[in-house]
């Protein structure tokens, strides 16, 4: 069974920083693209960053670029979003998700949120 398990949310002030996680379990991700979304109150949920798991290219959206970075240990099979000089505007529940390159199977964690103090 796939599991995804967000962890690394928390309240923070304008400016700081904060890690999150992603333990991936229960298969092989090596022909999968893993990311992260944000779902705000009140706004659709958006794809914030995407990384390729066997080859490591990376995506952004432009709110986000040269403040977070998105990586992956995949000895360990986790996925990290490094985010700095975060914003107000950056609160939201954070989820990982999983889609496969190869076939129409995709995967999600249950979230984290993550909350910006101004």
């Known amino acids: 069974q796939v599991q995804l398990v967000e962890s690394g949310g928390g309240l923070v002030q304008a400016g700081g920083s904060l890690r999150l996680s992603c333990a991936a379990s229960?298969?092989?991700?090596?022909?999968?693209?893993m990311g992260w979304f944000r779902q705000a109150p009140g706004k659709e949920r958006e794809n914030v960053a995407t990384?390729?798991?066997?080859?490591?290219?990376?995506d952004y959206v432009d709110s986000v670029k040269d403040r977070f970075t998105i990586s992956r240990d995949t000895d360990n099979n986790t996925m990290y979003l490094q985010m700095n000089s975060l914003k107000p505007e950056d609160t939201a529940v954070y989820y990982c998700?999983?889609?496969?390159?190869?076939?129409?199977?995709?995967?999600w964690g249950k979230g984290t949120l993550v909350t910006v103090s101004s």
């Open positions: 229960g298969r092989s991700f090596r022909t999968y693209v």
């Open positions: 998700h999983a889609v496969s390159r190869v076939g129409d199977m995709n995967y």
């Open positions: 990384i390729n798991w066997s080859a490591g290219s990376t």
